[in-house]
């Protein structure tokens, strides 16, 4: 059986181990048994898990993967369907640029069902039709009772890892500072990301494009509210589109999409407050920089407009776009937030962004 595991304390000792691939088997103290769902409109998932105890701490893996349909359909097996097992990294390799946002695994229960992963690195399952992720052990960090704040980005909000101050805080800038905060955290920053699914797309590769999966798995355990930063890559998506037909398709296409998401996020109940992203001139894979900039607005005026509809929900604004508006490479007269794409962020920039992150979380009391 192969084990992933890792420890905040013991991390210099295994990450030869885990890069190489190696399997350390599990020392078999104790096992216990839990299972974990999530929901999305019109289905649920199920994983049942089992925790061994182990050197470094308590490992899981799933037994048993099952589907129901809702609101009152019985659980059925999907254990033979393909999910996605999903894993933190180490923090070695959050300097390493191909590393990606977190390690994963595809396949069947006869596939997944034998790799054991360290709770503390926040095992979760992308349903077979990537409609929502099962979490096993979210936020693993802080104290127990305290708030929990789901942060969900691009791969702005991936950059604040750090190898080494990831050795106290797996989840790297934007962890440590919700839990001197006294919060608890569970952080997706994954670059690529959008607020709208990718066009085309469906099942594991449509939840590879966007969050929403993850909301809906967070939710499951109660989390007091979330910080969501995305939106740079929808504007880079419509500043692709090559004439302005099909530009103007591609924005209304993604706020009506937009509109539909938030939605769901305004009847979930919890405090949710969206970061604006970058929006001013930027080079987005090569689109035009004033196509990127109209784009990227556009959206970011959806957002201010839907935090502010109403004084009584709980959809709030943190406006980063409007706080680093003057701080690109070429703004005179000011610091510089940002590196050449004038998209991601140089060190200055980081942190500013992280305590952008950090407010908008004090906005979910």
């Known amino acids: 059986m192969r084990s992933i595991m890792s420890r905040t304390g013991a991390v210099t000792a295994v990450s030869a181990a885990l890069a190489a691939g190696t399997v350390v088997a599990p020392s078999p103290a104790f096992a216990e048994t839990g299972t974990q769902i999530c929901q999305a409109p019109g289905v649920a998932y199920r994983v049942t898990y089992e925790v061994n105890s182990s050197t470094y701490g308590p490992i899981a893996h799933a037994t048993a993967f099952q589907r129901r349909t809702l609101p009152s359909g019985p659980w059925t097996d999907a254990s033979t369907q393909t999910w996605q ?5 180490i923090p070695s390799a959050w300097d390493n640029p191909w590393s990606g946002p977190h390690r994963q695994e595809q396949g069947n229960l006869a596939t997944l069902g034998p790799i054991q992963v360290a709770t503390y690195l926040s095992p979760r399952y992308v349903a077979p ?3 929502c992720t099962v979490y096993l052990s979210p936020f693993a960090n802080g104290t127990a009772g305290q708030p929990k704040i789901g942060v969900l980005g691009d791969s702005l909000t991936q950059s604040l890892n750090d190898s080494s101050y990831n050795q106290q805080h797996l989840q790297g800038y934007v962890q440590g500072n919700l ?13 690529g990301r959008r607020w709208t699914p990718r066009p085309g797309t469906a099942d594991l590769v449509r939840a590879d494009g966007y969050l ?5 798995g967070l939710l499951q355990h109660d989390p007091q509210g979330y910080v969501i930063s995305l939106g740079p890559n929808d504007g880079g998506h419509i500043a692709l589109g090559g004439t302005d ?3 103007q398709a591609r924005l209304d296409a993604t706020i009506s999409a937009l509109r539909t998401i938030i939605n769901e996020i305004r009847t979930s109940g919890r405090c949710a407050v969206f970061v604006t992203g970058p929006d001013n ?4 894979l090569g689109a035009n920089p004033w196509h990127y900039a109209a784009a990227t607005q556009a959206i970011n005026r959806e957002l201010r407009a839907q935090a502010n509809a109403s004084a009584t929900d709980d959809l709030k604004l943190q406006d980063f776009a409007a706080l680093s508006f003057d701080h690109h490479t070429y703004s005179q007269g000011q610091q510089a937030w940002f590196i050449a794409d004038d998209i991601h962020l140089n060190a200055t920039g980081k942190l500013h962004f992280t305590n952008a992150i950090t ?3 004090s906005q979910c009391p």
């Open 85 to 89: 097992l999903r894993w933190d990294h």
């Open 129 to 131: 039709d990537g409609a």
């Open 179 to 191: 839990n001197g905060a006294g919060r608890r955290a569970e952080v997706e920053g994954q670059g």
């Open 212 to 216: 929403l999966d993850e909301f809906r």
């Open 245 to 247: 037909q099909e530009r």
């Open 281 to 284: 001139l930027a080079d987005y």
């Open 359 to 361: 407010q908008a979380a």
